[in-house]
């Protein structure tokens, strides 16, 4: 599971009815957070040569905030089980459909299946969602720093704010080894800078995130109103975490999720 910092409270006008809290955070629903329900895959999308998106049915799905992730679940004819934490890639709506952006893990038991395996009709089991503590509803303005395929908890607050047509400012940094491998490609648009590390198109420099990154995407608007939401490795999460804090950031506006 990723590593979360302190953050202060604040509440939910998205959280179900029934709640428990998630320290320093947002309320978020016991009953759904404990109870497994089926889920039928309905579409797979490619997004990358690595990476692909499973959409689901869940019609008991309670809802959930940007940024939330969920299990999954899998259970072998022999009775064997293996289990994930996910995050959802898709703004809350009321399709009763979620949707999941999984890496092709080498090795991967549940990111296998999915990649290898999985045809639409295909059902699992899913529980959630779960975390308020690196949700994002949309009331203040948010900076999204994300790597690989942490940028998925990332769009799913970039389709909110699309979708709602949110007034608040929001903006996302987000780093990939090349053109090739930027999870979401085709959809992003003005409010994200794509960052190359290895390999990128004519004229754009390859390198890693910088404090000049974040200091030109804050600009004269970094007062305390703004959030930072940082995904992805351990190390690119304490890198990103750095140059917020040199930028500025208070150490409690700064959300971390990590995975590895």
């Not at 992730?69 to 709506?93: E, F, K, N």
Request: aromatic content about 8%; glycine content about 10%; proline content about 8%.
């Amino acid at each position: 599971m990723a590593d979360r910092t302190a953050v202060p409270a604040f509440t939910s006008p998205f959280a179900p009815p029934t709640r428990f809290a998630v320290p320093g955070r947002i309320a978020v629903s016991g009953e759904a957070a404990t109870a497994w329900q089926t889920a039928t895959l309905t579409g797979i999308r490619r997004e990358t040569p690595r990476a692909a998106t499973f959409r689901l049915a869940v019609p008991r799905w309670a809802g959930h905030l940007p940024g939330q992730h969920l299990m999954v679940r899998l259970t072998a004819a022999d009775g064997y089980t293996a289990q994930r934490h996910y995050s959802i890639a898709s703004a809350p709506d009321d399709s009763g459909h979620i949707e999941l952006t999984l890496d092709h893990v080498p090795g991967g038991e549940v990111s296998g299946w999915f990649h290898t395996v999985a045809r639409p009709g295909d059902n699992v089991e899913v529980r959630g969602p779960l975390s308020g503590f690196f949700a994002w509803p949309g009331d203040r303005p948010a900076l999204l720093l994300g790597a690989g395929s942490g940028v998925v908890p990332l769009m799913s607050m970039v389709r909110h704010h699309r979708a709602r047509g949110l007034a608040v400012p929001l903006r996302m940094l987000v780093s990939a080894r090349s053109p090739e491998e930027l999870i979401y490609a085709r959809e992003l648009g003005a409010e994200t800078t794509p960052v190359f590390t290895r390999s990128a198109p004519a004229g754009v420099p390859v390198g890693r995130i910088t404090a000049a990154h974040v200091v030109s995407l804050l600009g004269e608007e970094s007062d305390d109103g703004w959030e930072a939401y940082v995904c992805g490795s351990n190390g690119f999460a304490e890198h990103a975490s750095r140059l917020l804090v040199a930028a500025g950031r208070p150490v409690d506006r700064i959300r971390v999720e990590r995975f590895g």
